[in-house]
């Protein structure tokens, strides 16, 4: 049983640093979803870069870019645990609640990674105009919380089944709709001239706030019994 | 028994109603009686959906499987009324505005809770093991049905920007309906939601014979 | 759109739930009739 006398936050980090560690070697993961995301972004460039766009969709341009690249790579922290059969020894070592905040930063990690190479990219690729960059990069945050922290307990859950597939996007989708919605919404706003700074994207910052502490306080709550199993 | 006729009673009375009593909202004639079906058949599927839900945490916590069993079959009635709801709206929506859908938020919850009901059978049918199924079901179940309070609250941020849609008939619809119309309307509420308990009675009744086994 | 009459679109919605109802019926009655030899 692991040792009472370090903290939740030590615990957390532990898992963190393994899984960071182990990535590290094969960069796995990180290669995925950042191979995925400059590939969607380059052709979305070359079909749409010198046009001059409406704000909304350059604003939903980017956010299918980064959503898609989620679904590519997220899932990846809990499956390589299954597949290379060391969740087993992982479940005896740790409790759930610092399994699941390791698993969460790394995740959070990742798409921070993929958003700072998308990010400009896109920008100087697309001829989106930033007009509130205060506005974008706090969406950028944001955004990274609430997809790690509704989809890490998805990634978990789907480990377990014995069919993968597409079932990681499926089982996502729905649960990020309102989150995209936000986020699109929100990030139109950043893109345009009349968007009327943090102010004007006021509903849309509570809702993308909100959603993710909802879901990750939910997702700490349920863990342990995906993880029991 | 008695219940039985009674809702075939109730339901019947509904349906000829609808079509033969003027319709509810004159401004849009006779597409309006829709209203009367669309509303209650998107009422289930949320009611289905609580149930589900409820079963789900139950089997969390007591790991009985007839849970399990509740929480599912709820769902697939759930999934069945979404589907109803989700085309009688879209038809609505053609007649009234000319376009199938348009991502109006009442209708994207409708659409989201279908693709709840999905993605749940999608996970049962993916995992092996009676347990461990029942068990990742439920966790999706509780955690998916946390999206659908946000739409909830799209709805006033996004309204400004989309054309009124369901305000028309929700903010004067319900509060001028007219005593017939109410009246017809709540018979529908109630002849849906008895169809829906009745159904989910009897599938449930299969399931405990199928679980404990039968010979024909 | 199609100019179908209110008394066709009462009627095929009646044949249906009538068709819905009988169903339900006669799955309640074959379950009850299973339950009772048990």
């Known amino acids: 049983m692991p040792s009472n006398s370090t903290g939740l936050a030590d615990r957390s980090l532990a898992v963190l640093r393994k899984d960071v560690l182990c990535e590290f070697r094969t960069r796995y993961a990180i290669n995925a979803i950042l191979l995925f995301g400059i590939t969607t972004l380059t052709v979305v460039s070359f079909s749409v870069g010198q046009k001059n766009l409406p704000p909304e969709v350059y604003a939903a341009l980017y956010w299918v870019i980064i959503f898609f690249s989620a679904m590519s790579g997220l899932a990846h922290v809990f499956v390589r645990e299954e597949e290379s059969k060391t969740s087993t020894i992982l479940k005896l070592t740790a409790d759930a609640t610092p399994v699941y905040l390791g698993k969460l930063g790394y995740n959070l990690l990742l798409l921070i990674l993929l958003q700072i190479a998308i990010a400009p990219l896109f920008l100087t690729l697309t001829d989106a105009v930033l007009t509130d960059p205060a506005l974008f990069i706090i969406l950028l945050i944001l955004g990274t919380v609430g997809l790690a922290g509704a989809t890490t307990i998805i990634a978990a859950i789907i480990s377990k089944a014995s069919v993968k597939g597409a079932l990681f996007a499926v089982l996502s989708f729905p649960i990020l709709l309102p989150l995209l919605i936000g986020l699109i919404s929100a990030t139109t706003k950043a893109f345009s001239e009349s968007g009327g700074g943090l102010g004007g994207a006021s509903s849309e910052l509570q809702l993308l706030v909100s959603y993710g502490v909802v879901m990750i306080t939910a997702s700490i709550m349920l863990f342990e019994y995906v993880w029991e199993g | ?216 | 759109m199609a100019m179908t009459s209110n008394y066709t679109v009462l009627a095929v919605t009646l044949i249906i739930w009538v068709g819905i109802f009988v169903y339900l019926v006669m799955l309640d009655r074959k379950t009850k009739k299973l339950e009772e030899k048990k």
């Open chain 2, 1 to 216: 028994m008695i219940l039985k006729a009674l809702l075939f009673i109730v339901m019947t009375w509904t349906i000829i109603a609808a079509f033969v009593f003027p319709a509810p909202q004159q401004a849009i004639g006779d597409a309006s009686r829709i209203f009367y079906f669309h509303i209650p058949q998107a009422w289930v599927a949320v009611l289905a959906y609580v149930v589900s839900m409820a079963a789900s945490i139950r089997y969390l916590r007591k790991r009985q499987p007839v849970d399990d069993d509740r929480a599912r079959v709820s769902a697939a009635l759930g999934l069945l009324f979404s589907v109803l709801a989700t085309v009688t709206g879209s038809v609505f929506a053609k007649v009234t505005w000319q376009s199938f859908w348009n991502w109006d938020p009442r209708q994207t919850s409708i659409l989201i809770l279908l693709l709840i009901y999905g993605a749940y059978f999608a996970l049962r049918s993916a995992v092996s093991g009676y347990q461990r199924r029942a068990r990742l079901a439920a966790v999706y179940a509780v955690f998916a049905f946390l999206a659908v309070p946000f739409l909830v609250f799209v709805i006033p941020r996004v309204l400004p920007s989309l054309h009124p849609s369901d305000s028309i008939i929700d903010s004067s619809g319900r509060f001028t309906m007219s005593g017939m119309t109410a009246m017809v309307f709540g018979c529908s509420l109630a002849a849906f939601t008895g169809l829906f308990v009745w159904m989910y009675t009897l599938r449930l009744r299969i399931c405990g014979l199928e679980r404990t086994g039968f010979e024909e």
